[in-house]
């Protein structure tokens, strides 16, 4: 029997391991109780969002940020390389 979320899912991934890797795996997944699939895709999935959590926030030093909110406020200067990238499609989803 399958779970509703199995019967959604439509991508598939696949990928080569050692055989260290996959004992590795297949005992983190048997050791929580879930398949191999399950912890694969759970722990993949949590880290992915950590880091595209990540990749939407910046951290600065006051110092830093007051250099930053400076040269927000200074003169405006001409950057052609800045501008072209900031016409890009980022490679993040929005939401």
Same mark, same amino acid.
């Given at each position: ?17 050692t055989a260290r890797q996959e004992q590795v795996l297949r005992s983190a ?16 999935? #949590?880290?992915? #969002? ?6 939407? #926030? ?38």
């Amino acid at each position: 029997m399958t779970s509703v979320d199995e019967q959604r899912r439509g991508g598939r991934l696949n990928m080569r391991v050692t055989a260290r890797q996959e004992q590795v795996l297949r005992s983190a997944a048997d050791a929580t109780g879930q398949t191999l699939t399950a912890f694969v895709l759970g722990v993949a999935t #949590e880290r992915a #969002e950590e880091i595209v959590e990540r990749a939407h #926030e910046i951290v600065l030093r006051e110092a830093d940020f007051q250099r930053f909110a400076d040269a927000l406020d200074g003169p405006v200067e001409s950057m052609p390389t800045l501008r072209r990238y900031a016409e890009r499609d980022s490679p993040f989803p929005h939401g």
